[in-house]
């Protein structure tokens, strides 16, 4: 079964950056679409962005649109959440999750990871 593992969570103060990675064990992401979710704290799981398997087509959620980028690189395998301009309400888990089609719904990705924690505050 597709294992994913995230990677780049952390502290950062509001306006600051981080990117996040998504890597797979065993397996390879080259034939999945990836998405990125996070939970926020006593909040429910949302999409916050999604890249077809190539990369030609990639999605945002509203709350991200001009702050984050998705990319992948399918040489190392590795798809990058870079996170600008980061504020307060985006701390959360962030998990990501493979699929053979981007869905905005949890429930309609197939493989996910178990999340890296993003906290920010001053």
């Known amino acids: 079964q597709l294992q994913l593992v995230e990677s780049g969570g952390g502290l950062v103060q509001p306006g600051g950056s981080l990117r996040l990675s998504c890597a797979a064990s065993?397996?390879?992401?080259?034939?999945?679409?990836i998405g990125w979710f996070r939970q926020a704290p006593g909040g429910e799981r949302e999409g916050v962005s999604c890249?077809?398997?190539?990369?030609?087509?990639?999605n945002y959620a509203e709350s991200v649109k001009g702050r984050f980028t998705i990319s992948r690189d399918n040489v190392k395998d590795t798809v990058y959440l870079q996170m600008n301009s980061l504020k307060p309400e985006d701390t959360a888990i962030y998990s990501c999750?493979?699929?053979?089609?981007?869905?905005?719904?949890?429930?309609?990705?197939?493989?996910w990871g178990k999340g890296t924690l993003v906290t920010v505050s001053s």
């Open positions: 890249i077809s398997r190539t990369g030609g087509s990639t």
């Open positions: 065993r397996f390879t992401l080259r034939i999945y679409d």
């Open positions: 999750a493979a699929s053979r089609r981007c869905n905005p719904s949890p429930n309609g990705m197939d493989y």
